[in-house]
T-cell receptor, first 114, second 114 residues
Framework: GAVVSQHPSWVICKSGTSVKIECRSLDFQATTMFWYRQFPKQSLMLMAT?????????EQGVEKDKFLINHASLTLSTLTVTSAHPEDSSFYICSARDSYNEQFFGPGTRLTVL | AQSVTQLDSHVSVSEGTPVLLRCNYS??????LFWYVQHPNKGLQLLLK??????LVKGINGFEAEFKKSETSFHLTKPSAHMSDAAEYFC????????????FGAGTRLAVHP
């Protein structure tokens, strides 16, 4: 089946720094990717929809200047958490949609902000 | 508006006994519904999906779910639990009827005891 990777799988950073998370579709092209956030023992919350070659669409309550999304190619979307703070610590998961409209999820990235 | 409600946050069964994970949905039109499983430190895996074809949907690992429009339910079942089934399960509804935005339920943690 289709594979989606995320890098890094975990990251620890200091408060005030920025962190970039990559989401790649390894064996298919994805014009649309999605970014989710999952707090411990909670469900996934959609943050934004990333469209190749255009601006991302953010869900209500998600700060676009805080969570920068770039989808520069058909196989790569990046999420940058700018000026990270401890409350940004979470599990970030991406998914990629193929030409058959099926979504495949990455393994997630655990971010810890000290 | 579309939403899903997973009626149990935790379910505990003995190995070899049936599994029932309950899910009710709310949708203004015919929905697409999914069940995903999340094992610790692993990505989300699609168990099965309903997209307005047969109401009884068979998935991987012996799981199946039945779409009941009259009850607005999409419960997940398995005749005989295995230790490896212990995980977090999410019932998901799709906006737009296809693989567009996914709305996740709160999740049900399944524990399987020997």
């Amino acid at each position: 089946g289709a594979v989606v990777s995320q890098h890094p799988s975990w990251v620890i950073c200091k408060s005030g720094t920025s962190v970039k998370i990559e989401c790649r579709s390894l064996d298919f092209q994805a014009t649309t990717m999605f970014w989710y956030r999952q707090f411990p023992k909670q469900s996934l919350m959609l943050m934004a929809t990333s469209n190749e070659g255009s601006k991302a669409t953010y869900e209500q309550g998600v700060e676009k200047d805080k969570f920068l999304i770039n989808h520069a190619s058909l196989t790569l979307s990046t999420l940058t958490v700018t000026s990270a703070h401890p409350e940004d610590s979470s599990f970030y998961i991406c998914s990629a949609r193929d030409s058959y409209n099926e979504q495949f999820f990455g393994p997630g990235t655990r971010l810890t902000v000290l | 508006a579309q939403s899903v409600t997973q009626l149990d946050s935790h379910v505990s069964v003995s190995e070899g006994t049936p599994v029932l994970l309950r899910c009710n949905y709310s949708s203004s039109y015919s929905p697409s519904l999914f069940w995903y499983v999340q094992h610790p430190n692993k990505g989300l895996q699609l168990l099965l999906k309903y997209t307005s074809a047969a109401t009884l949907v068979k998935g991987i690992n012996g799981f199946e779910a039945e779409f009941k429009k009259s009850e607005t339910s999409f419960h997940l079942t398995k005749p005989s639990a295995h230790m490896s089934d212990a995980a977090e399960y999410f019932c998901v509804v799709s906006l737009g009827g296809g693989y567009n935005k996914l709305i996740f339920g709160a999740g049900t943690r399944l524990a399987v005891h020997p």
